[in-house]
Structure formats: C-alpha cells, structure tokens
C-alpha cells in the first residue's frame, strides 16, 4: 500500500502517515530485502521529495513470526533486533524517552533514531527509524518525532 500527501486533507495526518511509514513519496522510495529484514530509504516532507529523509529497518513479520531478527541490524556493536528491548536501550547514548506515538517506542533524537515494538508479545525491537532532518514538515509540527496537533495516519483513508 503506498499513499501520497494528496490522500491527506490535513497537513497532520501526512506527517503521522510519514512516521509510521504509511506515507511516501512514490517518485524515488525504495524498498529491499535482506532475508528477514526490509530495508527502506524514503524522501520526504512537504516540497522537498528530492531530499532523503528517512531510513527504516524492520523485521519482516511473514519471513520471522516471532519477531527475533536472524539478520543482526547493528549500531555502534549492538544487534538492536537481537537483544530484550531495555538492554538495547540501556546503551543508548541519552536522554531517551518514550515516543508520542506508542509509549513503548522510544526515541533517542541525539541520534535521529526511533525504536518500535509492534509485536507488543517480543521483548525486543523490531523496527527502527532514522529521520533526517529538517524533514519539511516544519509548517505541521515543531517535531520531527511527533506530531504535536495529534495526528492519525489513517484518518480519511479508511472509512
């Protein structure tokens, strides 16, 4: 399923679309496999399609059902996929803190980096998220991270 910003009536709905990963620009996202985990590089943010913006990884739930990656995503020697979600974070350069969107991800904005657990029965991560920024999504929300006017990515699409 792929959207654009034109399936969107409010500016706030795009942006929590964008950083759930529901949203990109069509013209030059792309996608890959790498055994278990699906790697994407995406541009975006309101005039600026031409502009990488975000990078996320994430653990393939059809090729590994129980959410343990096989294939090591690694930061800085960790295997952020491999290892119970709170040792992952405890090395984490700080401050993190929980994300607006889901209180058991959380984001480290040091690093551009946001670690999601959508499989809520695994300890461990199983999607992360580099943004770049500034991303261009200035005139929606002060953050990169979270929509601060309290957007729903599927408000208007599915009825």
Same mark, same amino acid.
């Not at 679309?17 to 069509?26: I, Q």
């Not at 200035?138 to 991270?145: A, D, I, L, M, R």
């Given at each position: 399923m792929s959207l654009t910003r034109a399936d969107y009536t409010e500016l706030r709905h795009a942006h929590d679309a964008w950083l759930s990963g529901v949203l990109f620009d069509p013209a030059w996202t792309t996608a890959a496999t790498f055994d278990d985990v699906v790697l994407t590089v995406a541009g975006g943010g309101p005039g600026r399609p031409d502009r990488l913006a975000r990078i996320g990884i994430r653990i393939d739930p059809a090729r590994r059902p129980e959410g343990v990656s096989a294939t090591p995503v690694v930061w800085d020697g960790v295997d952020? *996929?491999? /290892?119970? =979600? !709170? +040792?992952?974070?405890?090395?984490?350069?700080?401050? $993190? /803190?929980?994300?607006a969107q889901s209180p058991s +991800?959380?984001?480290? @904005?040091?690093?551009?980096?946001?670690?999601?657990?959508?499989?809520a029965a695994v +300890? &461990?991560?199983? !999607?992360?998220?580099?943004?770049?920024?500034?991303? &261009?999504? @200035?005139? %929606? %929300? $002060?953050? $990169? *991270? @979270? %929509? =601060?006017?309290?957007?729903? =990515?599927?408000? &208007?699409? *599915?009825?």
């Amino acid at each position: 399923m792929s959207l654009t910003r034109a399936d969107y009536t409010e500016l706030r709905h795009a942006h929590d679309a964008w950083l759930s990963g529901v949203l990109f620009d069509p013209a030059w996202t792309t996608a890959a496999t790498f055994d278990d985990v699906v790697l994407t590089v995406a541009g975006g943010g309101p005039g600026r399609p031409d502009r990488l913006a975000r990078i996320g990884i994430r653990i393939d739930p059809a090729r590994r059902p129980e959410g343990v990656s096989a294939t090591p995503v690694v930061w800085d020697g960790v295997d952020l *996929f491999g /290892h119970p =979600a !709170q +040792d992952v974070v405890s090395v984490l350069p700080g401050p $993190t /803190h929980p994300s607006a969107q889901s209180p058991s +991800d959380v984001t480290v @904005e040091r690093l551009g980096l946001r670690l999601r657990r959508p499989l809520a029965a695994v +300890d &461990g991560w199983s !999607q992360l998220v580099l943004l770049g920024a500034p991303d &261009g999504w @200035e005139p %929606c %929300c $002060t953050g $990169t *991270f @979270e %929509c =601060a006017k309290g957007g729903d =990515a599927l408000v &208007g699409i *599915f009825r």
